[in-house]
């Protein structure tokens, strides 16, 4: 589990074709040392197992799921990526629970340079409409942000400096795409909400049911 607080911008130096899934040589600066064999690391918002280390470069596998659904397929040599290590649970969560489980792949529709911030806008897939609200919680190839506007199925955030420097974002150029994972919470609750309407009953999401389910 992560919370959408890149540690690291780390750079694709090598990939190679392994039992229909790919593997990546990915440099992983500072990160590294606190990583294992068997270890978790987000890389876009993409939670892999890290199957090898030697220094400060990590070797992940992505197989043909993890491709179909994320952007994985346009790495290659060179290719940018956002770091971050999972989450420690004595530690504050800065951003929002994500679990590193790519729903979607979006596209850059619009970027627009604010005086002090910049308004990011994606298209998203129209069958995921309904887990984003406004003021609510979205992970953008990793990092998580708050929904700044929403307007039909075009989605923005609003990225402050620190994050332009400090992510990929300041990478993005027209048709640039990125993995996006919605909350949980509203996951949750669209599956609810969906099982109460077939049942023709209602469910009533009250604090104690959201207790109940872990929340």
């Not at 990583?35 to 918002?45: E, F, M, V």
């Not at 004595?90 to 850059?108: A, E, I, K, P, Y």
């Not at 970027?111 to 998203?124: C, G, W």
């Not at 887990?131 to 919680?137: D, H, K, M, Q, R």
Request: charged share 20%; glycine share 8%; net charge neutral.
């Amino acid at each position: 589990m992560f919370t959408g607080i890149v540690g690291h911008v780390g750079t694709v130096e090598r990939t190679s074709r392994s039992d229909g899934g790919i593997r990546f040589s990915i440099t992983a600066g500072p990160l590294a040392k606190e990583l294992k064999i068997d270890n978790s690391i987000a890389i876009n918002g993409v939670c892999l197992t890290v199957v090898s280390r030697r220094g400060s470069i990590i070797d992940v596998v992505a197989v043909e799921e993890t491709l179909k659904k994320t952007t994985l397929h346009d790495w290659k040599r060179g290719t940018k990526v956002n770091l971050e290590l999972p989450l420690r649970f004595n530690q504050r969560l800065g951003g929002h629970l994500v679990l590193g489980h790519v729903d979607t792949v979006g596209s850059l529709y619009r970027i627009s340079d604010l005086a002090t911030s910049t308004l990011v806008s994606m298209r998203i897939p129209s069958e995921f409409l309904d887990l984003v609200v406004p003021v609510g919680s979205i992970a953008v190839d990793g990092v998580s942000l708050t929904i700044a506007q929403l307007e039909e199925d075009i989605v923005t955030v609003s990225i402050i400096p620190y994050t332009m420097e400090h992510t990929i974002f300041s990478t993005y150029r027209a048709g640039a795409r990125m993995n996006l994972e919605f909350d949980i919470i509203g996951k949750y609750v669209k599956r609810m909400t969906h099982h109460s309407a077939e049942s023709g009953s209602l469910v009533e999401i009250t604090e104690e049911r959201l207790k109940e389910m872990g929340f």
